[in-house]
């Protein structure tokens, strides 16, 4: 087996033939040798003239080529049961290893299945009303389910990166997921995916308790936990329920305040971890098409889309979850804050394109809210998203021109933007705490300057506030068991952890903590 590598123009793809052929060259054998090939990469390269290229493994006449298999499914039903804590990707590839592994698992979800939920972020939408249970960050599928369902992540480390994306083709998810550089589902798609996970969960023997909010938890003194939740109807009855087993995995997403309040309570170790805030920032998406294709955009190109990272006064600035053809959406949690995110369909083709800009801070930036212990930077989230709120008065996200924020001027006048709630004109670089809006006025005309030319315009529209990037508490864990380090049998797993940064990882995570606990239970 070798590697070969072959480029096309975009927008076609490379004939059986030439495939073949190009093999033959490259493993010097006659082209009636080459068995078979399989595409691994798809990547655009826009250096030069707009070309795809592909990473192609070839095969000689006799050589192996390992396939992936998506794993089989036992069923649980009667099996021991995994408590489950939170239904987004994390919680919901650690349940299909349960199930792999012959374990049950009983996922509790504070939020809607993802049809409600719909309901729920559309009437956020339209009348800024915010259901603190079910909203773009919790619900079936998690926050991911509604931000693009964007599938990179920069590291292997966490295990096989195919068995997630292999699954979720086995679900339903477009099979170009497995070779492209940047590879994404797309929200429109995402739900579909999302409800044929559970269907394999149930139909397995495994449980889903939805508008189920874990209130407490407690190890009991034979080591088993007893988990605590509130279940509301949809008539808005509360009843409650407890749930029991010998092993816990906590994947309750990064925005769940009241999760990292309780361990507070109990004093259960939880730690500050840095995170980072800023804007999203909404440029039209022709013109993003024009900086990065160099002028050479075609209607049949994918809508582009771009990273950057760089450092300003010894603090990391950086672009983060960039949505081509996307829009904004208001991701609060609870009433009294504005919260954005940003979001695409499949096709990503509005005229939009944004990305969350955004400045890292450590706990040691912030010693005003050092008393606050390991809770000091998630006050520090929350003030900011409510001061975004008492500004505006409402979900209208306060924003301000690119070039007008650098200068110091409020914007006379804002240029019309995919923000459903509206957008009112605000001085974000006062509205922002200083060390962000010091940082992001040096950085923006440097990326224009020296990276993208012309993303520094007035064209551009900066929002506020963008604040969910990560968690800003970690829970920690024993990095070889996954367990919490003095809570035994309870896995704190995923972006709500402080392990993970993203759909993949995150799965990856759930992954791991689900065969950690099938590794515990069978060696004793």
């Known amino acids: 087996m070798k590697e070969i590598e072959i480029s096309c123009p975009i927008g076609k793809e490379p004939a059986p033939e030439q495939i073949v052929s190009a093999a033959a060259r490259v493993l010097g054998v006659p082209v009636k040798a ?61 349940s299909l290893h349960l199930l792999m592994r012959g374990l049950k698992p009983v996922i509790l979800e504070r939020g809607k299945d993802v049809h409600k939920r719909k309901f729920d972020m559309a009437k956020l939408s339209r009348e800024g009303a915010v259901n603190p249970d079910s909203n773009y960050c ?104 407890e749930f029991s087993a010998g092993n816990v995995i906590l994947a309750a997403g990064h925005s769940a305040r009241d999760i990292y309040e309780m361990f507070d309570r109990k004093g259960w170790e939880i730690q500050a971890k840095g995170f980072a805030l800023g804007v999203r920032v909404e440029h039209p998406q022709t013109l993003i098409n024009r900086i990065q ?6 209607p049949f190109m994918p809508a582009a889309e771009y990273s950057f990272v760089t450092q300003i006064e010894g ?54 809210y050092s008393h606050f212990g390991a809770l ?58 200083r060390h962000v809006a010091l940082r992001l006025k040096y950085a923006f005309p440097e990326i224009g300057n020296r990276k993208m030319r012309g993303y520094y ?15 800003p508490v970690r829970i920690p864990r024993d990095p070889e068991t996954f367990e919490h380090i003095r809570i035994g049998g309870l896995y704190p797993c995923g972006e709500g952890a402080g392990y993970s940064g993203g759909i993949v990882s995150s799965a990856l995570d759930g ?9 515990a239970i069978t060696k004793k």
């Open 315 to 368: 603090r990391g600035v950086f672009s983060f979850c960039m949505c081509p053809g996307g829009i904004l959406v208001p991701s609060a949690t609870a009433s009294g804050e504005v919260v954005l995110n940003g979001m695409s369909n499949s096709a990503r083709n509005s005229r939009w394109a944004n990305s969350g800009v955004v400045v890292s801070i450590e706990p040691e930036d912030m010693p005003e």
């Open 376 to 433: 000091s930077l998630l006050h520090f989230q929350r003030d900011v998203e409510q001061s975004m709120f008492r500004f505006s008065g409402s979900l209208k996200a306060p924003a301000q021109r690119m070039m007008d924020f650098c200068r110091g001027a409020v914007s006379s006048g804002l240029p019309a933007t995919s923000y459903h709630p509206g957008a009112v004109s605000a001085p974000l670089h006062e509205l922002l705490p």
């Open 34 to 94: 080459v068995a078979r090939y399989r595409i691994v990469r798809r990547s655009i390269d826009a250096r030069g003239d707009i070309l795809y290229r592909y990473r192609i493994e070839a095969f000689r006449t006799g050589e192996e080529c390992a396939e992936y298999r998506v794993p089989e499914y036992k069923d649980v039903s009667d099996a021991r049961p995994v408590i489950v804590i939170g239904a987004g990707p994390a919680g919901m590839f650690a």
């Open 293 to 298: 294709y160099h002028g050479k955009y075609q």
């Open 457 to 471: 315009t007035n064209e551009a529209l900066l929002l506020g506030v963008e604040s969910r990037t990560s968690s």
């Open 138 to 241: 919790f619900g079936e599928g998690g926050a991911g389910t509604f931000s693009d369902g964007k599938l990179f992540t920069r590291s292997s480390k966490r295990g096989d990166i195919r068995e997630v994306l292999h699954q979720l083709v086995s679900f339903g998810a477009d099979p170009s997921i497995l070779i492209d550089a940047h590879p994404h589902i797309g929200s429109d798609r995402l739900p579909a995916i999302v409800e044929n996970i559970r269907k394999c969960i149930v139909g397995h023997g495994g449980e889903y308790h939805f508008s189920t909010r874990v209130t407490d938890i407690e190890k009991r003194a034979d080591g088993s936990f007893s988990v605590v939740a509130e279940h509301r109807s949809e008539e808005g009855t509360v009843s409650v329920s």
């Open 511 to 519: 992954i791991n903590c689900a065969e950690r606990i099938f590794f």
